[in-house]
């Protein structure tokens, strides 16, 4: 199962990878995960990272598609994997595909989740997050334990990036950068749409039905 989720910052993508990863026994892997972990640790990939993503701008596509291919090298990627967050840009999307194709595979399905802007804003600022990779939501999406990851146990944190004024740089780094994706992957015939704005299991398992 080998399977891309496209969409806006904020429309759920990161919540939907982890339910999806669950369900089809494949790793939930973000570049965003793997680059807030570095600049956790301090490493030069952190500190390089931390100037784009705290300028709402993207990671240099050299450096991203590289740790991408050191974590696609993993041996729990060899059945397929949720990718969160990557790629962002053509260029990125052509490496990915001739990555793939060395390997004899390819993508199964882009899952394009939309929302409105609006709703994007509201949803940033009340986003609570693991570092184990899951989401929450102060009003739709709590955890069991005020503030602790349901399933690791670890304290959350607000991302620095979702503040408003960084929300708004990354809305147009989206529009700019990554949105011709979707006509990218449309043209490919891999693309299918889901409305982002359902309660998150309905969009789970529409994108579980759509594998099927
Ligand atoms: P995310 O957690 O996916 O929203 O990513 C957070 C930030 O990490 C983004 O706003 C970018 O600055 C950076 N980033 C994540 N994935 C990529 C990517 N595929 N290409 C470039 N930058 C990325």
Do not use: W
């Not at 009340?126 to 304290?155: F, Q, W």
């Amino acid at each position: 199962m080998r399977m891309i989720l496209l969409g806006p910052p904020g429309a759920g993508k990161g919540t939907q990878a982890a339910n999806l990863s669950m369900a089809l026994k494949v790793p939930h892997i973000s570049t965003g995960d793997i680059f807030r972990a570095n600049i956790k640790e301090g490493t030069p990939l952190g500190v390089l990272a931390k100037s784009f993503i705290d300028a709402g701008k993207l990671v240099p596509d050299d450096v991203t598609i590289g740790i991408v291919e050191l974590r696609l090298a993993q041996e729990d990627c060899k059945n397929g994997f949720i990718m969160d967050g990557f790629p962002r840009t053509i260029v990125q999307a052509e490496m990915f595909e001739k990555m793939l194709a060395k390997q004899h595979t390819g993508v199964k399905l882009v899952a394009n989740i939309f929302v409105p802007d609006e709703l994007i804003i509201k949803r940033m600022s009340g986003r609570r997050m693991c570092t184990c990779g899951r989401t929450y939501h102060i009003e739709n999406n709590l955890p069991k334990v005020e503030g602790i990851c349901d399933a690791c146990g670890k304290p959350l944190y607000i991302r620095d990036d979702d503040r408003e004024e960084t929300v708004i740089q990354r809305l147009k780094t989206y529009d700019e950068q990554t949105s011709p994706l979707v006509e990218y992957y449309r043209r490919e015939g891999l693309l299918k749409d889901f409305d982002g704005t359902k309660p998150i299991q309905v969009t789970t398992q529409e994108i579980l039905d759509e594998m099927k």
